[in-house]
């Protein structure tokens, strides 16, 4: 699975980004997908999951109420609308395609990143 993010760029906090995650190739459409990000200086951290199917979803408490995960297998693309925006959201921010179970995925393919940067 080849994954392409995008999206990303400058927002003002309070404002809103929406970030794309376009896949081709592989078994997107059955595989759980992720947002990830990482802040200058700090470890990975998990955003935001969808299922397969994208009846189900997990947000980190971080983001939880601010940020949506979607999905559109048609598509083969996965969202992630970004709203309410804070200064420590600012991150460079990844797709991934996991395999396993929903409680602890392995993720195996990622996409480039996309880096947000929200002005106060």
């Known amino acids: 699975v080849q994954l392409q993010a995008f999206g990303g760029g400058l927002g003002q906090a309070g404002g809103s980004l929406r970030l794309s995650c376009a896949a081709s190739?592989?078994?997107?459409?059955?595989?759980?997908t992720g947002w990830f990000r990482q802040a200058p200086g700090k470890a990975r951290e998990s955003v935001a999951r969808?299922?397969?199917?994208?009846?189900?979803?997990y947000y980190a408490d971080s983001v939880k109420g601010r940020f949506t995960i979607s999905r559109d297998n048609a598509k083969n693309t996965v969202y992630l609308q970004m709203n309410s925006l804070k200064p420590e959201d600012t991150a460079v921010y990844y797709c991934?395609?996991?395999?396993?179970?929903?409680?602890?995925?392995?993720?195996?393919?990622w996409g480039q990143g996309t880096p947000v940067t929200v002005s106060s």
């Open positions: 991934a395609v996991g395999v396993g179970t929903w409680v602890n995925p392995q993720y195996h393919y």
């Open positions: 969808i299922s397969a199917s994208g009846t189900t979803t």
């Open positions: 190739g592989g078994t997107f459409s059955s595989s759980i």
